[in-house]
T-cell receptor, first 109, second 112 residues
């Protein structure tokens, strides 16, 4: 079946860039997503990329997709303490969404 | 536009009891999904409704779980009887398209 892998923890200093990586196995994925979960809150869709795109930029967020290597990354520029959360990578071909275990981002002031 | 609403936000029950979780999707969204995250693990799919019909229930762990969506509006997920391994956060999502999933805040279920 499909599998999505992420590293579990990332720690960065405030103001630095954060890069969260994700690999997936399903070459048929059509959409790939990044969700953010803050403590006690639900899953917030940060951004998504269609599988025929290589890159998508949205303010401080840059998503890079290497379809050949099945690798997705999320770069957060100028990371702030408010960016501390768990970030989930997810992919979809038909339904349903397949999620990774999430990367806990800690931002050190 | 109101988002996806789930309640209760937290529930603590004893093993063997019954719990019913509720999800109100965004008005007009035909697709409704239930997902679950057990501590430290992936968020896993449970089932998918299209209107009132179960489109895919391949993720339901066993027959102690029963989901309904009468009238194609809100949905309930009942766990009866609850076991310790059912503890986790249950998320509901609704969508009209694959690019537009909106998740609720989740219900944190603790079975003791």
């Amino acid at each position: 079946g499909e599998d999505v892998e992420q590293s579990l923890f990332l720690s960065v200093r405030e103001g630095d860039s954060s890069v969260i990586n994700c690999t997936y196995t399903d070459s048929s994925s059509t959409y790939l997503y990044w969700y953010k979960q803050e403590p006690g809150a639900g899953l917030q869709l940060l951004t998504y990329i269609f599988s025929n795109m290589d890159m998508k930029q949205d303010q401080r967020l840059t998503v890079l997709l290497n379809k050949k290597d099945k690798h997705l990354s999320l770069r957060i520029a100028d990371t702030q303490t408010g960016d501390s959360a768990i970030y989930f990578c997810a992919e979809i071909w038909g339904t349903p969404l397949v999620f990774g275990k999430g990367t806990r981002l800690s931002v050190i002031a | 536009e109101a988002g996806v609403t789930q309640f209760p936000s937290h529930s603590v029950i004893e093993k063997g009891q019954t719990v019913t979780l509720r999800c109100d999707p965004i008005s007009g969204h035909d697709n409704l999904y239930w997902y679950r995250r057990v501590m430290g693990k992936e968020i896993k799919f449970l089932l998918h409704f299209v209107k009132e019909s179960k489109q895919d229930e391949s993720g339901m762990p066993n027959n102690r779980f029963l989901a309904e969506r009468t009238g194609g509006t809100y949905s309930t997920l009942k766990v009866q009887p609850a076991e310790l391994e059912d503890s986790g956060v249950y998320f509901c999502a609704s969508s009209q398209s694959r690019s537009g999933y909106t998740f609720g805040s989740g219900t944190r279920l603790t079975v003791v």
